[in-house]
């Protein structure tokens, strides 16, 4: 899905009795307000309530539903909801395992089981229904009849299409999560059914991209690239040419004859009879299908355009674009021209391509938050040509002005040609092409003659190949072109009076009093006598009007600076006041001590009034100040004290038994600074101690993360060559250059991981200090650690490859190889994995240029592993890694034993019991056994190269003793 949120509930409408009662849910599936929902929802209502987002409701009747028990659906028509309807996906079988959403009391995932049958009980009788899904779903509260789950979409999880209708009156032989109703499933059944019609519309209205590209996605893909050719103007149509349109027609005839009924309308007949009137269609489907696929075969795929410079190619070729794209049945149109076309396109396909990629960007940018339902960006042009075959409305390219193509293009013409009227013709595309005589003369002639469209009026000059050629208007047209071009002219600007008029009147009768009488009586010397008149004093009297204004404005200009001037007054005489009955607070006061003590009188102020003031305020202002910073420092006392005790309360320092900590925990908060500084003396010291002991231990903690640093970045490093080395050799099919052993994870740069295994250690160092600690804190158990925390925050995957008889280049998780690997795949993948380590092993000590990186004795593991391709396996990996492998067995598994090139019999006590005393060697084993070896060749570590056999003879001879060989 491109964007568009699948649990969203905008696109719902609530379906209601009219008790106000829940009956279910249904969505909008074309433009026209159909609604689609269960018919268990609707079964016995005369009337519906239809609530939609936003407080819309809708009230239809009975005669606004159509009703299909026998899918268990129903077709409403509803109207003014505003509710942006859904695209149905394009999937007629709705694939098993599928993932969907759905609402049943919220949004929540389910699954497609598969199809099922089901019974649905109608009020009528009983329904047996084939084309349902059963769904797998992990609770089931919200899928009781009645609820609002009831008719509600089924949502692709992926896409966000509508695959199903949800079903709560559905019924099966045993349980299930519940059921759905596919609808294209259902609509398969009724090929001509309001159904069937219904979705038709909506695939041509309601766009859906990606794997459910539609016809309304189609088109609106297209649409971008015909810009403004298409959109309407304001200058004159172009002039109509009946025979060109007509050609036109002709070459784009797809040969259906009869129109797809309406909803509501029978299928037509011939001379307008249909179904009611005893007419059918007796021709089989097949039948028909095959009759306009030959049909479409051999149509042609080309129609050259040719005229000279002034003649209208592109505005013939706008008018049939426009015909196309705002018709009745709009169809896909693509619009290029010459210099669209690069230097690399081998055929029109590339540009189609190109201008599909940029009708995805623009469309996906245009759909804004909401997204789009699908990706525009997955359409390609063989996926566009097929939906519009499939519907009947073939894609149509447009190429005009073939001449601006680039040189390099031009000079490979001819390939570029063929390949793509082969493309046309395997997609069933048309191309149209506009160019100049001179230039179709060379062009044409490329293309095949059964690719050329042949017009029926065959006016073009001899020598050009098959073409609709446009020549200058007639005169009769070329009159008829000013006429219409002074017929708009004329209704423009009539247009524009009569605008201009009613503009005026509504003005008017806006400014018109509303007794009906004038504004004002004017003097005689005021009064216009005709309209310039008027319109001269009218100026005058604008004039006037703004020199008023202007006068006004200054007056409250000035209005405003003299309230502020007045506000200003009042509020230097309030502290004047203010100030006035301070002094005389304060003289009452100094005369009342005065009388008391004369010998405290102070002295009065040596300086004048003005001095004594300016003095009295500057001491007023220290004053405030300093009593500011007093209250300030008080509080910033209290506030440390309470830190103190707080922090000597700590539970960390519980076992700290101090005199000071004892003292600061019992002295109140308020003796606590008289004895700050006689504690700061003490604890001087003991800081300096503390802070060198913290240095110390900081140093000792970066050097073990750095110590650990390494091991781990070297243990990653490890990681990165076992899966180097699992590299397995050629000759292997799928598995030849393949890693056995994946490991992937994100590397952690310097800073990131310093930080990971600092808290590593930290752990460790909190865990030795506290009781009952199960933590390791051996080397490796922290090494261990480390690793895993350098794979955070996504961890580690490890793959290796699944061994299977052809080889597949399969991977499989090693938390899943218990599950998904039999005994024998387990016992070849432990022994590839051990390789791998023994390899591993060889290369950190230094000999991984040796050939020889240890030896695996193997335990009986024929009985396993026996099948021919696990053994051809291990020996390979075995080989490439330079491991050798001693099998044991007791088993004689001649087949499995054929694979080795030495096998050795022991004796046990069986041989011992029949009188074999030597090792006996197999006839049809022995070509097994090690050649002479080349002494130029490379030396072959690991293998045999030196055996005795003794054979045992036939008879023995005179003195009894066995003959021996070696």
Known sequence: MSGRRTDVDENLVRIRDLAGRPRGTGFLADDRGTMITSHEAVDGLARLVLLAPGDRTCLVGAEAVTELPGSDLALVRTDGLGVQPLPVAAVECVEEGAEVRLRAGRWQDARIVGEALVTYTATDRFHLLDAAVELSLGERDGLRLGEEATGGPVLDARTGTVVAVLGTALHAERRSGGFA???????????????????????????????????????????????????????????????????????????????????????????????????????????????????????????????????GRTTELGALASRRTRGLEPAPTIWLRGADLQDGDGSVRDAVDRALETAARIVTASAGAAGTI????????????????????????????????????????????AATAEWLEGTAARLVIACRPEHWETAGALFPREALHTPVDTTAPRGLPPCVRLTDLT???????????????????????????????????RLAPADGDAHTELPDAMAPADADSAKELLRTATAELAARDDALESARRTHGDLLRAHRAAEDAAG???????????????????????????????????????????????????????????????????????????????????????????ELPAAALPEHAVAWAEA????????????????????????????????????????????????????????EFLRIRFDDPDQATLTDRLGEVIDEATRSAVKKNSDLRRDGMSLLLRGVAAAF???????????????????????????????????????????????????????????????????????????????????????????????????????????????????????????????????????????????PEAERVHGEITATRMYRRPAEPDAAGDPVTAS
């Open 792 to 934: 955070q925050p996504r961890g580690v995957a490890v793959e290796i490859l699944k061994p299977d008889a052809v080889l597949r280049a399969e991977r499989v998780s090693v938390g899943q190889m218990g599950d998904v690997f039999s005994g024998g795949q387990l016992l070849t993948a432990a022994i590839a994995l051990y390789c791998t380590m023994a390899a591993l092993r060889s290369n950190d000590r230094g000999r991984d240029k040796q050939r020889h990186a240890g030896t695996l004795f193997l335990d009986n593991p024929i009985g396993r592993a026996n099948a021919t391709y696990l053994l051809e396996l291990q020996r390979a990996v075995a080989d490439a890694l330079g491991v050798q492998l001693l099998y044991t067995t007791g088993l004689f598994d001649t087949t499995a034993l054929a694979e080795f090139p030495l096998v050795i019999r022991l004796r046990n006590d069986a041989d011992l019991r029949a009188g074999l005393k030597y090792i006996s060697v197999e006839e049809h084993l022995r070509p097994g056994l090690p050649q002479e070896q080349d």
């Open 575 to 665: 502290g004047f006041d203010d100030t006035a009955a301070l002094l005389r607070d304060l003289l009452r006061d100094n005369t009342a001590d005065h009388t008391s003590d004369d010998a405290d009188r102070p002295e009065p102020y040596a300086g004048t009034l003005e001095e004594a003031r300016q003095a009295a305020a500057e001491s007023r202002r220290s004053l405030r100040g300093c009593a500011g910073e007093l209250s300030a420092a008080e509080g910033a006392v209290r506030e440390a004290s309470d830190v103190l005790v707080r922090h000597a309360n700590s539970t960390r320092y519980e076992q700290v038994r101090t005199p000071a900590r004892q003292q600061i925990r």
């Open 374 to 417: 699908g990706d525009p960006a997955e359409a390609t042009p063989e996926s566009l040509a097929a939906l519009s075959h499939r519907v009947g409305r073939p894609l149509l390219i447009i190429l005009d002005g073939p001449e601006e193509v680039p040189p390099v293009l031009a000079h490979a013409m001819p390939a570029w040609t």
């Open 683 to 738: 604890f001087a010291p003991r800081l300096r101690v503390l802070t060198d002991e913290l240095e110390q231990l900081e140093r000792n903690r970066d050097s073990i993360v750095d110590r650990l640093r390494g091991l781990v970045e070297s243990s990653l490093t490890t990681l990165r060559s076992a899966q180097r080395l699992s590299r397995l050799p050629e000759g292997l099919g799928e598995w030849s250059g393949q």
């Open 181 to 311: 109703i596919p609808l294209r499933a259902a609509a398969e059944a009724s090929p001509h059914g309001p159904l069937s019609v219904l979705l038709e519309r909506n695939g041509a209205t309601v766009p859906a991209y990606g794997p459910d590209l539609n016809l309304a996605g189609a088109l609106q893909l297209t649409a971008t690239s015909l810009g403004p050719v298409t959109t309407s103007r304001l200058w004159r149509d172009p002039v109509d040419r009946p025979e060109t349109a007509r050609e036109f027609a002709r070459f784009l005839d797809t040969g259906r004859t009869r129109p797809e009924p309406g909803p509501d309308e029978d299928r037509p007949g011939p001379a307008g009879l249909s179904a009611g009137d005893g007419w059918q269609d007796d021709a089989p489907p097949d039948a028909r299908a095959a009759e306009q696929e030959t049909a479409e075969a051999a149509r042609p795929r080309v129609l050259g355009l040719v005229g000279g410079p002034g003649t």
């Open 475 to 509: 005169p009769c047209q070329a009159a008829a072109a000013r006429a219409e071009s002074l017929v708009q002219m004329l209704e423009t600007r009539a247009s524009a009076a009569s605008e201009q008029l009613g503009r005026l009147r509504g003005e008017a009768e």
